[in-house]
């Protein structure tokens, strides 16, 4: 073995830790897997599918409790769709699987305009025939590829285009209440995945019905994230360490907290702690309005 092949085998073994490390925490923090839960993953085709899968198999052999795995894909009718692709690797490497057979594509491409963005309407048509098929299959769990990029990048899209301070759950029961779903990639970075599943050469499908779109509000907030983090290094992941660190009574959602209802302990009374009394506070009304407590 090469200087430059143990190197390249060192930085892979590295690289495969951390992700295996941030499935387990993920995983662990949010109670993601139990024992006798039968997980669904879902396999688009697509890079953070397959290392999904990938890692989830290998955690699998190590786990405290005892799981099942099996892999779904939904098979939308694109045009070149390479329908053998996945079927031939999930045999090869022994996973159970199902593939679910469904015109969404013609669907989509009837409803929206030429040149709009298709994602909305195909997310929410395949979110329904995947959370109706796990409800069928009795499956337990219902695992999704979405890592911590693509949770930040929906937070931003929420806020600058819906009004909504709103992100992508790691764990989340869908609104029947038939399904939980989970994504155990929610700490592992998009560049990680990308080159675990380079150096694992998965084999990738692309996405001809909305993948090729350049207009899509997503990736405007990709290349600002990329930006702020190549400009302010450190900035992302703050980012996501807040939506970890959630202050209710600092936002002004009175869903979240009753306002209305709050009150000083002494009302009418200066505190004790403010210096002078209330005259000086009176005269320093704009000072205090300004503090941040």
Request: with cysteine; charged share 25%.
């Amino acid at each position: 073995m090469t200087a430059s092949t143990r190197k390249q085998q060192l930085n892979f073994n590295k690289l495969q830790k951390r992700l295996r490390r941030n499935v387990g925490r993920a995983i662990q923090d949010f109670n993601m897997i139990e024992d006798g839960d039968r997980v669904m993953v879902c396999l688009s085709g697509g890079k953070d599918s397959f290392a999904l899968l990938d890692i989830l198999r290998n955690l699998q052999g190590r786990a405290p409790v005892d799981f099942e795995l099996v892999a779904v894909n939904l098979d939308q009718k694109q045009p070149g769709f390479p329908e053998q692709a996945l079927p031939d690797y999930l045999r090869n490497i022994g996973v159970p699987f199902h593939i679910i057979e469904q015109d969404t594509y013609s669907v989509v491409k009837r409803v929206i305009p030429e040149g709009k963005t298709t994602c909305g309407l195909c997310s929410r048509l395949r979110r329904g025939i995947l959370y109706t098929f796990a409800a069928e299959q009795g499956m337990t769990k219902i695992a999704l590829g979405h890592h911590r990029d693509d949770i930040l990048e929906t937070l931003f899209l929420n806020l600058f285009h819906g009004g909504k301070l709103k992100a992508m759950p790691p764990k989340l029961l869908s609104d029947d209440g038939r399904n939980v779903v989970i994504r155990p990639l929610a700490y592992c970075q998009e560049r990680d995945l990308a080159a675990y599943a380079e150096i694992r050469q998965f084999p990738i499908i692309p996405c001809n019905l909305c993948g090729s779109q350049d207009n899509l509000q997503r990736q405007a907030i990709k290349a600002m994230l990329r930006q702020w983090e190549k400009q302010f290094p450190g900035r992302v992941e703050n980012l996501f360490a807040a939506l970890q660190n959630v202050a209710p009574s600092h936002l002004a959602d009175p869903r979240l907290f009753d306002f209305a209802g709050l009150g000083a302990r002494n009302s009418g009374q200066v505190p004790d702690w403010l210096p002078g009394g209330r005259e000086e506070v009176e005269e320093h009304a704009d000072a205090f309005q300004n503090e941040t407590l």
